[in-house]
T-cell receptor, first 114, second 113 residues
Framework: EAGVTQFPSHSVIEKGQTVTLRCDPISGHDNLYWYRRVMGKEIKFLLHFVKESKQDESGMPNNRFLAERTGGTYSTLKVQPAELEDSGVYFC????????????FGSGTRLTVV | GESVGLHLPTLSVQEGDNSIINCAYSNSASDYFIWYKQESGKGPQFIIDIRSNMDKRQGQRVTVLLNKTVKHLSLQIAATQPGDSAVYFCAEKGNSGYSTLTFGKGTMLLVSP
């Protein structure tokens, strides 16, 4: 079974530019989550999709962040325009709807805004 | 690669020692707890989990202890190996199918040969 796939693995952009991160969850997992870890700090929740619907977006920092999950498959997270404080590692995770279990995480996208 | 351990509490042990990593969780309504291991350049990897109706669970070389009275979780690693060096996060989750994981601050474990 393929795991959660994220790309790019690294991205370096200038302040003010736009970046789009992509996540392909495990096939059949309706739940898809985005988390972020700013350098040296804890992993913080951003957003939760159930299929194509946003179940919880309370962790999205501001309206420069836009997440989509067209057709309930892969998801994208766009940052526009990027700011220096957006630098960090963005993790995607997926899980089955009914499972009281943890999530399977991708390897993350390391975003550096300069 | 990413400095996963920057500014985190650090536990340094010798190879072969037992390690204990502690975590205080915040929500007394949390129903499910997980320990994750994160190595540099990788995503968090599941280690072991425990539900709130248990106070101890054992895996291979790892044991998780849950004390709901004081909202404390610990991870014990037996015979720690250099490959165990990583940042360890505890995470808590509510009992709703749609509840999300809340992570603790993380502890950097450094194992010396």
């Amino acid at each position: 079974e393929a795991g959660v796939t994220q790309f790019p693995s690294h991205s370096v952009i200038e302040k003010g530019q736009t970046v789009t991160l992509r996540c392909d969850p495990i096939s059949g997992h309706d739940n898809l989550y985005w988390y972020r870890r700013v350098m040296g700090k804890e992993i913080k929740f951003l957003l939760h999709f159930v299929k194509e619907s946003k179940q919880d977006e309370s962790g999205m920092p501001n309206n420069r962040f836009l997440a989509e999950r067209t057709g309930g498959t892969y998801s994208t997270l766009k940052v526009q325009p990027a700011e220096l404080e957006d630098s960090g590692v963005y993790f995607c995770a997926s899980s089955q709807v009914t499972a009281l279990t943890g999530y399977t995480f991708g390897s993350g996208t390391r975003l550096t805004v300069v | 690669g990413e400095s996963v351990g920057l500014h985190l509490p650090t536990l340094s042990v010798q190879e072969g020692d037992n390690s204990i990593i502690n975590c205080a969780y915040s929500n007394s309504a949390s129903d499910y707890f997980i320990w994750y291991k994160q190595e540099s350049g990788k995503g968090p990897q599941f280690i072991i989990d425990i539900r709130s109706n248990m106070d101890k669970r054992q895996g291979q070389r790892v044991t998780v202890l849950l004390n709901k009275t004081v909202k404390h979780l610990s991870l014990q690693i037996a015979a720690t190996q250099p490959g165990d060096s990583a940042v360890y996060f505890c995470a808590e989750k509510g009992n709703s199918g749609y509840s999300t994981l809340t992570f603790g601050k993380g502890t950097m474990l450094l194992v010396s040969p």
